[in-house]
């Protein structure tokens, strides 16, 4: 899960670059959805990377614009699975 803060506040110049360059997202990560706040200042991100580098790559090609948190998530079901012999 990636939590994208727009520098300034401001997602005009994310935006164009989306508009003109696309997602810009190497081979190996799969966009999933994305949602963004209502005050457009940020946007939740779910992506899909077998290996981090191709996620760090990604960010790689935005962080002039964005200020990024990134996090390692499980499913719902996988994390009840994993938490099951507990109960």
């Not at 506040?9 to 164009?16: G, S």
């Not at 940020?42 to 580098?53: H, N, S, T």
């Not at 960010?59 to 990134?70: A, C, K, R, T």
Request: overall charge negative; hydrophobic content about 40%.
């Amino acid at each position: 899960m990636i939590i994208e803060h727009f520098k300034n506040r401001d997602p005009l110049p994310v935006y164009r670059r989306f508009q003109d360059r696309g997602r810009l997202t190497p081979e190996g990560l799969r966009y999933v959805s994305s949602w963004v706040d209502e005050k457009l200042e940020r946007c939740f991100q779910l992506m899909e990377a077998e290996d981090r580098r191709h996620l760090d790559e990604w960010v790689g090609n935005w962080n002039d614009l964005v200020e990024f948190e990134v996090y390692a998530v499980v499913s719902s079901k996988e994390a009840a699975e994993r938490i099951s012999s507990l109960l």
